[in-house]
């Protein structure tokens, strides 16, 4: 299930048979006619796009399933295709140092990872992840598009 593009600055993300929508639409966050020169747009693959969401100054929210079921539903309601376009995670991506527990959860060695950092859309991805989507586009800095590239297995 590929991702779609309709147009320069607008996407359209396939969901499985039987879910809430056929389809998800989402936009860029900044229009590709003012941005295109620093941003760019990555389909990136759910699961490895969530596993890289690990810096614990920009947390990942949990999973929807655990959300009170009226705010799910809620945010679900605003993925509607039919009444609205929102806007893609725009994201950062870069090297981190984190501190890791070690012997007796005591704080040890600094490890240095590649993370995601949000702007925006933590709860967007967590939504289209439970309705089943395989990719999402995500807007980012084209200074760090081939890194991410490279960690996701693009």
């Known amino acids: 299930m590929l991702i779609e593009q309709i ?22 966050d900044l229009p590709s006619n003012r941005f295109s020169d620093d941003w ?17 100054s920009i947390k990942m929210i949990d999973p929807a399933e655990g959300w009170n079921t009226d705010k799910r539903e809620e945010y679900i309601k605003g993925q509607s295709p039919e009444d609205y376009s929102m806007s893609m995670p725009r994201i950062g991506f870069s090297q981190r140092d984190l501190r890791v527990s070690t012997f007796m959860g ?44 490279k960690h996701l297995g693009i």
């Open 106 to 149: 005591l704080l040890g060695k600094t490890k240095s990872v590649w993370s995601v950092g949000f702007v925006n859309g933590r709860h967007r991805t967590r939504i289209a992840e439970y309705l089943g989507a395989e990719f999402i586009p995500v807007q980012v800095n084209k200074s760090e598009a081939n890194a991410l590239k």
């Open 40 to 56: 760019e747009v990555i389909f990136a693959p759910m699961k490895r796009f969530i596993d890289l969401c690990i810096d614990p």
């Open 7 to 28: 147009n320069p600055d607008l996407f359209k993300i396939p969901l499985p048979i039987g879910a809430v929508y056929p389809h998800l639409i989402w936009k860029t």
